[in-house]
């Protein structure tokens, strides 16, 4: 089991940066793949990144790809989402999720989830 706790979210103005964590209780962090979704009000939960268990791959939404970086430290059990030039429409509450399979975009197919943090990008 995984349990998954998000921090560093918090009020932006647009064109600023944040930088997303979540820290995972467990000793078989390093064997999932993680992965970042969003959901913002009124909208679906949607996918943004993902990394395989080693890092060496990684997934974008085409929405934040070249301005969002993830990454994670298996020695830290944690992953990151580093968020550049945000935009009023990231906004949103983030939630990490990891999967025992593989990374994928594909929101059901993550294991465990973490509770969220809201991120907010003023214009």
């Known amino acids: 089991q995984v349990q998954l706790v998000e921090s560093g979210g918090g009020l932006v103005q647009a064109g600023g940066s944040l930088r997303l964590s979540c820290a995972a209780s467990?000793?078989?962090?390093?064997?999932?793949?993680m992965g970042w979704f969003r959901q913002a009000p009124g909208k679906e939960r949607e996918f943004v990144a993902a990394?395989?268990?080693?890092?060496?791959?990684?997934y974008y939404a085409d929405s934040v790809k070249g301005r969002f970086t993830i990454s994670r430290d298996n020695a830290k059990n944690t992953v990151y989402l580093q968020m550049n030039s945000l935009k009023p429409e990231d906004t949103a509450v983030y939630y990490c999720?990891?999967?025992?399979?593989?990374?994928?975009?594909?929101?059901?197919?993550?294991?465990?989830w973490g509770q969220g943090t809201q991120v907010t990008v003023s214009s």
């Open positions: 999720a990891a999967d025992q399979f593989g990374a994928t975009i594909a929101l059901p197919e993550y294991d465990y």
């Open positions: 467990g000793r078989t962090f390093s064997s999932y793949a």
């Open positions: 990394i395989s268990w080693s890092g060496g791959s990684t």
